[in-house]
């Protein structure tokens, strides 16, 4: 729900002076980026540079040292944990680099629980043109557990997309996958970009995935460099 201090004339994402200290290592330090309705940003680096982490304070699943992280001029920390998690239901799709379907829910269902998650009625017929965009809507009844990786990995981009998210977090979301389905779920990221205005933020070791984004921000041990 909007309210004074939320508008949506303001950046989608805005990360000021973001700071972050894990098991004793600086891993990133005054990290400030913005990005608008439309905007793509590629996070690269190193195996525990700390690609994951940034996405996580994105998603106000973790808290930063010092800095702020805002959705459309909403700053995270002010909120309560129950507003942040209504707001992060109508505000983020996630991908994590660990899918999280559940698993008793078939791959249509997991794609329809945001609608519900949302106090929304489930949209099968968007579920399933999302499944078909992946490549899944043949699987649409089976279960996670029936799943390879790289299908359960589809099924959650699906879900993220379900409800037009104006934040797209994806952590490797084309990690797993051959060459083909890859290009088709990096098609359907930037499609959700050009075409609904999200704003994009993927974690990827794939140059070509990161070269297909327009900006790229490269962590690196104790080294930090943002650039096109
Ligand atoms: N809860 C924690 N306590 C201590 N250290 C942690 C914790 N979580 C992560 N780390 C460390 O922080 C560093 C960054 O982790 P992170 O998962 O963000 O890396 P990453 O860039 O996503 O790596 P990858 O490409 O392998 O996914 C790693 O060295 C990791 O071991
Ligand atoms: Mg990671």
């Known amino acids: 729900m909007a309210s004074s201090s939320t508008h949506a004339n303001e950046p989608v994402l805005r990360v000021q002076g973001l700071s972050k200290t ?13 990005l608008n309705s439309g905007q793509s940003l590629a996070v690269v680096g190193e195996s525990g540079s700390g690609k994951s982490t940034l996405l996580h304070l994105m998603a106000g699943l973790d808290q ?26 109508a505000h983020v799709g996630l991908v994590f680099q660990a899918y999280y379907l559940m698993p008793h829910l078939n791959a249509l269902q997991n794609v329809e629980l945001p609608f519900l998650l949302a106090g929304k009625q489930p949209e099968a017929k968007r579920a399933l043109a999302l499944l078909n965009m992946v490549g899944m809507a043949h699987k649409a009844h089976a ?13 959650a981009i699906a879900r993220a997309l379900a409800l037009r998210p104006p934040l797209i977090l994806a ?39 990161a070269g297909a ?14 650039g096109r």
């Open 213 to 226: 984004l327009a900006q790229q921000l490269r962590l690196a041990q104790h080294h930090l460099s943002v």
């Open 171 to 209: 952590d490797e979301p084309t990690g797993n996958l051959d060459e083909d389905n890859a290009e088709k779920v990096l098609q359907v990221l930037l499609n959700a970009c050009s075409q609904e205005g999200s704003s994009l933020v993927m974690v990827t070791h794939s140059t070509h995935a």
């Open 64 to 89: 930063p040292d010092q800095g702020t992280v805002q959705w459309h001029g909403q700053q995270l920390a002010k909120l309560t944990q129950a507003k942040l998690a209504a707001l992060r239901i």
């Open 22 to 34: 894990l098991g004793g290592v600086r891993l990133f330090e005054d990290v400030s980026l913005t």
């Open 143 to 155: 279960f996670p557990r029936e799943l390879s990786g790289g299908e359960q990995q589809r099924v």
